[in-house]
């Protein structure tokens, strides 16, 4: 997988092992075994790192020899037939922490391999990943008026 995840206090900088944070071995383990069956319970993603702040977030780069990091504030998905976990991740840059991106991902079972892929959804299932945001976060994502003149 082009890849890798990390925990990463967004305060100090300090990188922990990552089985010293949870109790999976990778990113798709957490998320399947810790995440989904917590009903998403957000806190599972914000751990209180060594210097006392809770800013300790699963981060990773965007893409190979990119500089900057990319930590993960919200994930949020619906668990489909075949083991398939579309999910909705809010994320921030470290280079610009108040600007909030959303990211689409997937996976499949216990595979990482949808988290690097484009999701497609029917539009009742995208209707229900946005829903199960609202309902593991508690935000509203801004509605937009898109009338045609």
Sequence with gaps: MANKYWWQCAH???????????????????????????GWDQSLLRRRCKCRHRTLYITYRAQRGDPDRISIKHIAGIVLAEEYVPMLWETFRHISPKTQWIDFKYQRGRSPWGLTKRLVLEKAQFSRLLKAYNVATGVDLPKTSCRQK
């Design 12 to 38: 100090c900088g300090d990188r922990p092992a990552w089985l010293s944070v949870c109790n999976s071995r990778s990113i798709a383990a957490f998320i399947w075994d810790e995440l989904a069956p917590s």
